[in-house]
């Protein structure tokens, strides 16, 4: 989903998708809040590209804190 200038926040439902490896949203125009299955990350999940997007910086720092 890189650069597909997508708008607002992401959807819950993207935790749906089973096995989800790689989540790239990465240069879009993305927004707080991020939706709970990233901030808990599904087991198969194993990277996640969110950069050059318009989150909040700390809700971001907090998230990969609790991913280590």
Not at 39 to 51: A, Q, V
């Amino acid at each position: 989903f890189e650069l597909m200038e997508l708008n607002g926040t992401i959807p819950s439902s993207l935790g749906k998708l089973k096995p989800l490896g790689i989540l790239d949203l990465s240069n879009n125009h993305l927004q707080s809040p991020l939706p709970a299955f990233l901030r808990t990350r599904p087991s198969s999940l194993y990277e996640i590209n969110l950069k050059n997007n318009s989150f909040a910086r700390l809700e971001l720092h907090t998230t990969i804190a609790s991913l280590d």
